[in-house]
């Protein structure tokens, strides 16, 4: 079957001789007697909406399953996407109203050829100033990795690793001569200077460190695809030095430390070995002078840039708060703010309807809108839009405002209520109308998407679970283009209940900087806590199971525990006895704590004389418990990896070792809780891995 693959691949190739060659991206030594030969194979342009200008020939043909739209002021049922072709070749796709236009994205360029690629012979290594390599040399052992790093892995990184016969000279320039490889460049010359070079071996977070972080760590492996493991310090201590970026000074020097052996694993479920290889680490903690630095490794060469600086996590979390700003619904973003502009989207003075539908959130996504608006087209009569809707943040890829987002407000006021004073003086970048209001921007950002469900409140206090449309975008309709019929979920009470507690910490917290908007936020949640109660919302939580839609069996739960929620943060508001009552019912049952980790920490942070010492005692137990499994499992990984749930595998609410989840949120609430060190350290570490101290050395998002 290999041999097949690699035959076919060669074939590909040479159909598609006539196009560019692979692009040779980097040719350097990642190691003493290794060396690295970056090719990028295929590109494919990323085609840009323009307006359709029809050729001869064209034919618009629909695509996908119906959706309900709206077309000439009228609902309507019709495909969701539409295609132009010529003949059988599809030349693109056309926006619903046939104004835009995007062509098919088409890959241009060659593929690697496989098979020569791992042909030493392939390659010759001649240098002048070093005398092993007078003569053109071949390499030992070829090793090639290979990952797919484009549209429907239409293009792919590959990396040739040569092994050497003698070691390599520090300042020495050599010539990697290559034939029978169709690259774009068959003669590479390279200067070896791992001191300041970049190196693939070497890690560390790009966010970089505070001075008084209580751990500083970068570490080291190499795997080389179907080469297999390397240990980088297997003849020998590896040396590392922190070097400042600028002046090339030695401001640290050390030794690394074996993580893992190449035959080792991780603590972690299935008892794999996360990297594939040895896996050093490099503490460099006792360095506090501030600075741009790299981290150099004696033959392996540098990390990237990090600072040791007073603002390198406010610097980090001023990016991650733009981020969220983009998702913002309902306003223009205009350059000066973003760097490029977005029209107002989703707003009804631009014309925009947001129909109520008589389905809840818990009913399903996209699915339960089309069906509810496949039930307004047979009935015939459509409702009146709301002139409220609008606002909140965007889902991931499009244009849906649900309720979990106000989890993202909770969030923020979590950590704003750690050190008012510290977000009070910490700008973000925000809308022209929200800078300068007498709000610290952090609560701006908070009442954001509170605002928006705030909005969504119904007169007897239910509030909506946010808008979503009958299907995922349409192709070549931006938020500000959609044509598809929007849907306002019916209030339900879970929506109902975290909406509650979001408002109502608010309330609390912004009491003394938006006196009158926080009042009418604390009146807001005391009524959307009332109605969850009611006969009626009980009832959409409490049908049948084969009636309960999407979250099925798990409605009473999640109620019962956004109850707690809200009981919280409303008893932190009023001090009244129904919340406190309410509010213990979390140590109550049988629930893990990983599950009510947010609900444990808010407990115990109550004011001493609103709750049960007993009980807050036991909520910060179960948290820094929660705290030490998360320590227990970092110590049994190489990467510093952390979770509160340490018998799951790595996905779903876990983590997928880029997102929040594996980071471990209660590692700072133990250190907030306990203030001790371990559990800052362990939360800073925990966040080297997806912020570039991994082995793609790149920065991950979500």
């Given at each position: ?156 990184m590959s990396v040739v690793y040569l092994r050497l016969p003698s070691v390599l000279r520090e300042g020495a320039t050599y010539t990697l001569a290559i034939d029978g490889l169709e690259v774009d460049r068959r003669d590479l010359s390279f200067v070896h200077a791992p001191r300041t070079q970049r190196g693939e071996a070497v890690h560390v977070s790009h966010i970089g460190f505070h001075p008084q972080d209580p751990q500083k ?486």
């Open positions: 079957m290999r041999a097949l693959l690699l035959t076919g691949l060669s074939l590909l190739s040479l159909l598609s001789a006539a196009e560019a060659p692979p692009r040779v991206v980097l040719v350097a030594a990642v190691a003493p007697d290794l060396v690295a030969l970056r090719i990028q194979e295929r590109e494919v342009p990323r085609q840009a909406n323009v307006p359709y200008v029809a050729q001869a020939g064209d034919e618009i043909v629909p695509k996908d399953k119906p959706v309900v739209a709206w077309r000439d002021g009228k609902l309507v049922s019709e495909a969701k996407g539409f295609e132009v072709k010529q003949g059988k070749t599809v030349r693109g796709a056309i926006s619903p109203d046939r104004q835009r236009f995007r062509p098919e994205d088409e890959g241009t360029g060659a593929w690697l050829d496989l098979a020569a690629a791992r042909t030493a012979t392939t390659y010759a290594l001649t240098s002048a100033d070093d005398p092993a390599y007078a003569k053109a040399t071949t390499p030992t052992a070829v090793s090639l990795k290979r990952k797919p790093n484009g549209l429907r892995s239409r293009t792919a760590i970068g570490r080291i492996s190499l795997w080389l695809g179907d080469g297999g493991a390397v240990d980088l310090g297997a003849a020998g201590p590896l040396s590392a030095e922190v070097i400042d970026e600028a002046s090339g000074e030695t401001v640290w020097s050390g030794t690394a430390t074996r993580l893992r052996e190449t035959t080792g694993s991780d603590a972690v479920v299935g008892k794999i070995n996360l990297a594939k290889t040895a896996v050093y680490g490099v503490d460099f903690s006792a360095l506090t002078r501030p600075g741009r630095y790299r981290l150099f490794v004696a033959g392996l060469g540098c990390s990237d840039p990090f600072p040791i600086a007073d603002t390198a996590w406010a610097e980090a979390f001023g990016i991650s708060m733009q981020g969220l700003l983009s998702h913002r619904s309902g306003i223009a973003l205009p350059k000066d703010v973003m760097g490029y502009e977005r029209p107002r989207n989703m707003h009804p003075a631009d014309g925009v309807r947001v129909l109520p539908i008589t389905r809840t959130m818990l009913d399903g996504e996209s699915g339960a809108v089309l069906a509810s608006f496949t039930d307004i087209l047979a009935g015939g009569s459509i409702p009146e839009p709301l002139p409220r809707a609008w606002g909140g943040y965007m889902d991931a890829g499009d244009w849906d405002r649900r309720s979990q987002h106000l989890m993202v407000g909770l969030g923020l006021l979590e950590i704003y209520e750690v050190n008012p004073a510290y977000w009070r003086d910490l700008a973000l970048v925000l809308p022209a109308e929200e800078r300068g209001n007498g709000l610290p921007d952090l609560l701006d950002e908070a009442r954001w998407v509170i605002d928006f469900y705030h909005r969504m409140q119904e007169a007897d206090g239910g509030v909506r679970g946010g808008i979503e449309s009958t299907s995922h975008p349409r192709p070549v309709e931006a938020s500000w283009q959609e044509s598809l019929a929007l849907g306002a979920f019916a209030p339900d009470p879970i929506s109902s209940l975290n909406f509650a507690a979001a408002a109502a910490c608010y309330a609390r917290l912004a009491a003394d900087v938006d006196a009158d908007h926080a009042k009418a936020l604390g009146d807001a949640a005391v009524r959307a806590y009332a109605w969850a109660g009611t006969p009626s919302a009980l009832a959409i939580v409490d049908r049948p199971d084969d009636q309960k839609g999407k979250k099925g069996k798990d409605l009473p739960a999640q109620t019962a525990l956004a109850r707690i929620r809200a009981a919280i943060h409303l008893l932190a508001l009023t001090g009244e006895a129904e919340y406190r009552t309410a509010a213990d019912v979390l140590f109550t049952g049988d629930r893990r704590p990983e599950q009510v980790e947010d609900l444990l920490f808010a407990y115990a942070r109550l004011r001493p004389d609103l709750a049960d010492a007993a009980l807050q005692q036991r909520a910060r137990a179960d948290l820094l418990k929660l705290a030490d499994g998360a320590l227990a499992f970092q110590a049994g990984n190489a990467w510093g990896l952390a979770t509160s749930a340490p018998s799951l595998p790595l996905m779903g609410y876990v983590g997928y070792l880029s997102v929040p989840g594996m980071i471990s949120r209660c590692l700072p609430r133990a250190y907030i809780l306990s203030g001790e060190a371990k559990y800052l350290a362990g939360t800073v570490t925990s966040c080297g891995f997806a912020a570039g101290g991994n082995p793609d050395n790149r920065a991950y998002t979500t």
